[in-house]
């Protein structure tokens, strides 16, 4: 969803507000919350909540509090308080819908706890702020070449400045710990600032890249997914996929968080199937589980001593099945609990569009310069004898 403002450029960055993701309308951004309270009025005797929250770069959001209650509004550029000094952001929630979202982050409401918002931006503080973000880029490809040569097993994702170009923050995603105490020291001196560092997940980093998935849409995470839950292999078992990594993982490495959507649904559906370790006892020998196919609620079963012919059976006529043996009692045969079904003999292809010629294509085409040729040819020869007659 893209602001009124806004396109896409020829690098695939937005243009129109020239702000690449964090313009003040505050409509091209996955992390925007729409103010659903804003028209109603608040009872009687209740003052507004003072908090406001405030987003800074990489969808960072913190909460602030306004003790001069100054008269904010979304898309407003502050300035806020930080250690040390005061970084700039843009407010993107005010009212009392900020309360809803501090319980449902599981913060506390205690305003005297939350840092305060020290002023509106000013021309000035934007400068600064404008300007050490163009430093970032730069200072991004230096701080690789840093860590490369201490020979680290890190990649720095991401740089950011503080609003007053006091402290930096340096975003890496490892796999292992990686002890950085040197890093930091070369980074203070090479570029003469405050040092953070800051550990994000591959699921953040490919959210903040984005991408196109092998679905074909855009990713997930970098358009409206928020909150990243552990996947497992078991959600593929549950689902019947291939345990194939290539398939399941995204482009973060890790599975995909797509595989998640459906498996309740699959777990609802599955409490109705029998076991499938538990063999079914006949008269002709026990039966194994092969195949389930939960879509059809069909499992099929081969003899233990004839694996290669399996035998389409439905999900109640096993339980009834299961039922007997664990009475003790053992069926004649899994023939005897087969359902025939009819398949409907459905016309494959159908006329459409008034082609009904599916190797229409497979002819060469006759060019309109032999055809002419040919009619001329006969019109010669008609001429001929025509002439000697």
């Not at 109705?272 to 020998?285: A, N, Q, R």
């Not at 005897?336 to 398949?343: A, D, S």
Request: glycine share 8%; hydrophobic share 30%; charged share 30%.
């Amino acid at each position: 969803m893209g602001c009124t403002s806004c396109a896409t450029g020829a690098n695939g960055q937005p243009k129109g507000c020239k702000n690449n993701g964090t313009c003040g309308t505050d409509g091209c951004n996955k992390l925007t919350v729409f103010d659903w309270l804003s028209n109603m009025s608040l009872p009687e005797n209740m003052e507004p909540f003072s908090a406001v929250e405030v987003r800074f770069k990489n969808g960072r959001k913190l909460f602030f509090q306004n003790p001069e209650n100054l008269s904010l509004s979304i898309g407003d550029i502050v300035a806020t308080e930080a250690s040390p000094g005061h970084d700039i952001g843009i407010v993107t929630l005010t009212g009392e819908l900020v309360r809803v979202q501090m319980k449902k982050k599981k913060q506390p409401t205690n305003l005297e706890e939350l840092p305060k918002i020290y002023r509106k931006a000013t021309q000035k503080d934007i400068d600064v702020w404008q300007k050490v973000r163009d430093r970032e880029t730069d200072m991004q490809k230096r701080s690789r070449e840093i860590a490369m040569g201490l020979g680290l097993q890190m990649k720095i994702s991401d740089v950011e400045f503080q609003g007053d170009g006091s402290k930096v923050i340096f975003y890496y995603t490892a796999e292992d710990r990686v002890d950085f105490r040197q890093l930091i020291k070369d980074f203070a001196r090479t570029f003469n600032t405050r040092i953070e560092m800051k550990q994000v997940g591959f699921r953040q980093e490919a959210a903040r890249l984005g991408g196109i998935g092998s679905c074909g849409r855009e990713l997930c995470c970098s358009t409206w997914l928020t909150d990243f839950r552990s996947v497992n292999t078991s959600a593929a078992r549950y689902q019947q996929l291939s345990l194939n990594p290539q398939k399941l993982a995204g482009q973060c490495g890790k599975l995909k968080c797509c595989l998640n959507y459906e498996l309740d649904t699959y777990l609802e559906a599955l409490e109705t199937f029998p076991k499938t370790d538990i063999k079914l006892k006949t008269e002709k020998g026990s039966a194994s589980c092969q195949k389930i196919d939960i879509f059809k609620g069909s499992l099929w079963y081969a003899y233990d001593k004839d694996g290669m012919n399996w035998h389409e059976l439905k999900s109640d006529r096993v339980n009834e099945i299961i039922a007997l043996n664990n009475k003790g009692k053992s069926v004649a045969s899994l023939e005897e609990y087969i359902e025939e079904t009819v398949v409907s003999q459905d016309k494959v292809f159908n006329n459409v569009v008034g082609q009904d010629s599916l190797t229409r294509f497979d002819q060469p085409k006759r060019s309109k310069n032999k055809k002419r040729r040919n009619k001329n040819r006969n019109k010669n020869k008609k001429r001929n004898t025509r002439n000697n007659a």
